[in-house]
């Protein structure tokens, strides 16, 4: 038990489909991340959010939404996605973006796209 | 950006057996963090090491940032430490090294 958790745990959606991810820490961080891990490549590091701000975003596509209403909650809207999508997506929550940081994981959700 | 190389990228041990992850960097850091992700896929935080050595039981690792590469040592390894170790660079994440531990 890491203090991060996630919703759902597995999805299974069409193409045509929209659904979200929701991830919430209860650590009092103030910084919160989504990663996508894909088979047989390196976790890639998707947005940052930064005491509900986006500081960063790594040329997603605009199929993904990420929101972030406060700072213990995080979620990752999905619309019109792609067989190549499927993959564990994973939230991450630190004290903060500015170095010196440890990264504490959720446990991810395995998300099929037929 | 910032390139993270990890090696090997598999290594097979026999139970006891003492082992060495070696990670490559291409920048200097300000973070750097080792993990090890479960075949569950649940990442847990090893070390945050953006420079000298620290020690957790039978695991330890040292940065040496001025040559950027990062060592994370696993000795009398068990069933247990099976798995992916990945080293992070200010969040950004290399390959990883699948660990077979085998009883």
């Known amino acids: 038990e890491t203090g991060v958790t996630q919703t759902p745990r597995h999805l299974v959606m069409g193409m045509t489909n929209k659904k979200s991810l929701k991830c919430e820490q209860h650590l009092g961080h103030n910084a919160m991340y989504w990663y996508k891990q894909s088979a047989k490549k390196p976790l890639e590091l998707m947005f940052v959010y930064s005491l509900e701000e986006r500081v960063e975003n790594n040329s997603v596509p605009s199929r993904f939404s990420p929101e972030c209403p406060n700072s213990s909650h995080l979620f990752l809207h999905l619309h019109t996605l792609q067989p190549e999508d499927s993959a564990l997506y994973l939230c991450?929550?630190?004290?903060?973006?500015?170095?010196?940081?440890?990264?504490?994981f959720g446990p991810g959700t395995r998300l099929l796209v037929l | 950006g910032i390139q993270v190389e990890q090696s090997p990228p598999d290594l097979i041990l026999q139970e006891g057996a003492n082992s060495t992850l070696r990670c490559n960097f291409s920048?200097?850091?300000?973070?750097l963090q080792w993990f090890h992700q479960n075949p569950w896929g649940q990442l847990i935080n090893l070390f945050y090491?953006?420079?000298g050595t620290k020690q957790n039981g039978r695991l330890s690792a040292t940065t040496v940032a001025t040559e950027r590469y990062s060592l994370l040592y696993i000795s009398s390894s068990q069933t247990t430490d099976s798995g992916v170790y990945f080293c992070?660079?200010?969040?950004?994440f290399g390959a990883g090294t699948r660990l077979t531990v085998k009883p």
């Open positions: 991450a929550s630190s004290s903060g973006v500015g170095g010196g940081e440890t990264q504490y």
């Open positions: 920048d200097s850091v300000n973070n």
């Open positions: 992070a660079v200010e969040m950004r």
């Open positions: 090491i953006p420079s």
